[in-house]
């Protein structure tokens, strides 16, 4: 105070600075006409607002959960049906050591996860590995400076590696899609038939219609298609020619695998007895054909004179939903919002791609599908809310 009674001027004007001045003389003669013409102003002002609305709207885009940088990324490989877990192993191995290498400053850790564990909460086979990539802080990173950059950098570095397929994700996001849809990638276009064949040729020209979509990313078809079955054919004549009963052909097939006999009773314990031909004897088709078959004449033949004996590829896993069968096309996006992508899909599905008379159709999962959901709510709840505040608003003002 005392600093102030010497240093300030004694005689102080009060006056509006010259930006205020200059504002209240543009400003208040509008105020004015507003607030003589205040039905024009209110029907003009809606009107914008509606245009403007009914030009923005359509370019917004939609996501049902946003996406965030957990600090880790999940790499979900699929590899061919009937891949040994030594194989699976191997692989694993080989794309660890490859991460690490092409990676130094930007992944700490790196481990795998094959097949099935003892407590089987999230069961699949030896051919699926979920990797998971731990990653150093950000600050410290020389070949990247975002988690999506690294991403696509890790998957143009693992593109060398043949007999796999990956799709990205991160451990969370990874699991809430999962509990949310039962896919762990963004969109799951859901193919329902009866014929499998059909189905999985549907479902690769769906494929190839949403890889030429902005936006996509890990783009696969659900492998259904794949696993190694052994045929055997029998030849109805050939046993008629030689006498032989087709039981006789029936049981030693079933041998190949395992017949059950009966029980070993060891106590209170039970175990079962089953019997199968030695390995050498089951190693391939062609010795399979060459198991001896006794004739009604006391003569043996070999089975592949009474039969056609092949390796061909069988369903590895067959899928149902509400009772029909099911194969999933699955699909990341990158690049752009949920909504508009999965409408585009859509429309280029829907043009492109005939489905054949019968029980066909196609359903759209994942997280669009609780998108749907909370849009349909958001319908309702929204204009409920807004009629309850108009409500309250007139109850305690009355006007």
Same mark, same amino acid.
């Given at each position: 105070?005392?600093?102030?009674?010497?240093?300030? /001027? +004694?005689?102080? $004007? *009060?006056?509006? %600075?010259? =930006?205020?001045?200059?504002?209240?003389?543009?400003?208040?003669?509008? #105020?004015?006409?507003?607030?003589?013409?205040?039905?024009?102003?209110?029907?003009?002002?809606?009107?914008?607002?509606?245009?403007?609305?009914?030009?923005?709207? /359509? +370019?917004?885009? $939609? *996501?049902?959960? %946003?996406? =965030?940088?957990?600090?880790?990324?999940?790499?979900?490989?699929?590899? #061919?049906?009937?891949?040994?877990?030594?194989?699976?192993?191997?692989?694993?191995?080989?794309?660890?050591?490859?991460?690490?290498?092409?990676?130094?400053?930007?992944?700490?850790?790196?481990?795998?996860?094959?097949?099935?564990?003892?407590?089987?909460?999230?069961?699949?086979?030896?051919?699926?590995?979920?990797?998971?990539?731990?990653?150093?802080?950000?600050?410290?990173?020389?070949?990247?400076?975002?988690?999506?950059?690294?991403?696509?950098?890790?998957?143009?570095?693992?593109?060398?590696?043949?007999?796999?397929?990956?799709?990205?994700?991160?451990?969370?996001?990874?699991?809430?899609?999962?509990?949310?849809?039962?896919?762990?990638?963004?969109?799951?276009?859901?193919?329902?038939?009866?014929?499998?064949?059909?189905?999985?040729?549907?479902?690769?020209?769906?494929?190839?219609?949403?890889?030429?979509?902005?936006?996509?990313?890990?783009?696969?078809?659900?492998?259904?298609?794949?696993?190694?079955?052994?045929?055997?054919?029998?030849?109805?004549?050939?046993?008629?020619?030689?006498?032989?009963?087709?039981r006789s052909v029936m049981e030693l097939i079933e041998s190949i695998g395992s017949?059950?006999?009966?029980?070993?009773?060891?106590?209170?314990?039970?175990?079962?007895?089953?019997?199968?031909?030695?390995?050498?004897?089951?190693?391939?088709?062609?010795?399979?054909?060459?198991?001896?078959?006794?004739?009604?004449?006391?003569?043996?033949?070999?089975?592949?004179?009474?039969?056609?004996?092949?390796?061909?590829?069988?369903?590895?896993?067959?899928?149902?939903?509400?009772?029909?069968?099911?194969?999933?096309?699955?699909?990341?996006?990158?690049?752009?919002?949920?909504?508009?992508?999965?409408?585009?899909v859509q429309h280029a599905v829907k043009a492109e791609v005939t489905m054949p008379?019968?029980?066909?159709?196609?359903?759209?999962?994942?997280?669009?599908?609780?998108?749907?959901?909370?849009?349909?709510?958001?319908?309702?709840?929204?204009?409920?809310?807004?009629?309850?505040?108009?409500?309250?608003?007139?109850?305690?003002?009355?006007?």
């Open positions: 105070p005392a600093l102030a009674s010497l240093l300030l /001027p +004694r005689r102080i $004007s *009060e006056r509006e %600075p010259l =930006l205020l001045r200059i504002i209240k003389a543009v400003y208040v003669p509008i #105020l004015k006409q507003t607030m003589q013409y205040k039905s024009a102003v209110l029907i003009f002002g809606a009107t914008v607002l509606f245009v403007a609305f009914g030009m923005v709207a /359509p +370019r917004l885009g $939609s *996501e049902f959960v %946003p996406r =965030l940088s957990e600090g880790a990324i999940t790499l979900g490989t699929v590899r #061919l049906a009937g891949t040994s877990l030594e194989e699976s192993v191997q692989t694993n191995t080989q794309v660890e050591k490859a991460l690490l290498a092409a990676f130094p400053d930007e992944i700490a850790h790196v481990w795998s996860r094959a097949g099935t564990a003892e407590v089987a909460t999230d069961p699949m086979g030896v051919e699926l590995t979920d990797i998971f990539i731990s990653l150093k802080p950000r600050k410290g990173w020389t070949k990247a400076t975002t988690q999506a950059e690294l991403t696509t950098r890790v998957e143009q570095e693992l593109r060398t590696i043949q007999g796999m397929k990956f799709a990205f994700s991160q451990p969370i996001e990874m699991r809430i899609n999962e509990m949310l849809a039962g896919t762990r990638s963004d969109l799951a276009v859901k193919l329902f038939g009866d014929d499998l064949t059909v189905l999985k040729a549907k479902a690769e020209e769906i494929r190839k219609v949403m890889k030429d979509i902005p936006g996509v990313a890990d783009l696969a078809v659900e492998q259904v298609i794949g696993q190694p079955v052994l045929e055997v054919r029998v030849k109805q004549d050939q046993l008629a020619r030689y006498g032989i009963p087709a017949k059950p006999m009966g029980e070993v009773v060891d106590g209170q314990f039970r175990f079962p007895l089953v019997v199968r031909l030695p390995d050498e004897w089951r190693s391939s088709p062609e010795a399979v054909g060459s198991i001896q078959l006794p004739t009604a004449t006391g003569e043996r033949v070999p089975l592949s004179r009474v039969a056609d004996i092949r390796i061909i590829e069988g369903p590895s896993t067959i899928t149902r939903e509400w009772g029909q069968r099911r194969i999933v096309i699955t699909c990341n996006v990158r690049g752009r919002d949920l909504g508009t992508f999965v409408a585009e008379p019968g029980r066909y159709h196609v359903a759209y999962g994942g997280q669009f599908e609780q998108l749907e959901r909370a849009q349909t709510r958001l319908m309702i709840v929204v204009p409920v809310a807004l009629l309850l505040i108009f409500l309250l608003l007139y109850a305690t003002y009355g006007t």
